[in-house]
């Protein structure tokens, strides 16, 4: 994606609601600057023809916590170039982010809610087994993170002036990259 053009910084921290096709999207940018020393054959969930997820993924009750701390940010990685660090959970820190990692980027994709709760059913919804959505509880509660979620995604985009660039494929999902200037 030419928004990644040049040299990378040493992470990304990169989120999207369930069922944005973040995922997908994540894999879509790593190429050969990229660390993707965290996968391995636990780390994978195939729904569909996508190789739905990749890698480790960080939130509440899974492998990794989404605490932001250097020491727990990059244990799953062993190899050289930037860590593309996923989970949903960062769109609510998006600003402490910014504070404690101040040379990272961040990497936000937006997808409308109901389409965003759709995709994730059809993905497989509550049968997904990597990574782990019992922090969202059930579907009142995963549609209730996914507003929450898309609205601090938008007001993160919003304060900080990023521009949203629409996606090659799938024209209802757009991308913003914050950083610093």
Not at 36 to 42: C, E, K, Q, V
Not at 132 to 137: A, G
Not at 141 to 162: E, P, T
Request: some cysteine.
């Amino acid at each position: 994606m030419q928004f990644l053009k040049g040299n990378l910084p040493e992470r990304i921290f990169f989120t999207g609601v369930p069922g944005s096709r973040w995922s997908g999207i994540a894999q879509e940018l790593e190429d050969d600057r990229f660390d993707i020393s965290d996968r391995n054959p636990s780390r994978v969930y195939v729904h569909h023809d996508y190789s739905g997820h990749l890698g480790a993924y960080y939130g509440t009750g899974m492998e990794f916590s989404p605490i932001l701390d250097s020491n727990i940010l990059d244990m799953p990685y062993s190899g050289v170039g930037c860590k593309l660090h996923k989970s949903h959970e960062w769109s609510y820190v998006l600003p402490e982010i910014t504070k404690l990692f101040p040379n990272d980027w961040i990497i936000l994709v937006y997808r409308n809610d109901v389409n965003s709760f759709d995709w994730w059913k059809q993905a497989g919804g509550w049968s997904i087994k990597y990574p782990s959505y019992d922090y969202f509880v059930n579907d009142e509660g995963m549609q209730k993170h996914i507003r929450d979620m898309n609205k601090n995604i938008l007001k993160f985009a919003q304060q900080k002036n990023l521009n949203w660039v629409q996606h090659n494929k799938h024209e209802d999902i757009f991308i913003a990259v914050y950083k610093v200037k």
